[in-house]
């Protein structure tokens, strides 16, 4: 499936799906397994002092891009 704009999060089975066509991630038989992902992402991000979108944004101000997606 061709995305126009990606989706916010994917989730593929790729040993039976290696080309990542079919996003499972709204199946609920995944849903345990994306809270842990989610938890994993949020612990590493913290550690890391990573912020998100924000951590990006303050990269473009200090660099002074002025690139579509800074803004």
Partial sequence: MGYLKRPEYE???IVND???QKNIINESKYQKELVAL???LSG???KQ???GINSE???CDRK???HRRCR
């Fill in 11 to 13: 989730l593929y089975d």
């Fill in 38 to 40: 989610k938890n994993n």
């Fill in 64 to 66: 002074g891009f002025s």
């Fill in 57 to 59: 944004l303050s990269v």
């Fill in 44 to 46: 590493w991000m913290q």
């Fill in 49 to 51: 002092g990573d912020k």
């Fill in 18 to 20: 290696p080309f990542e």
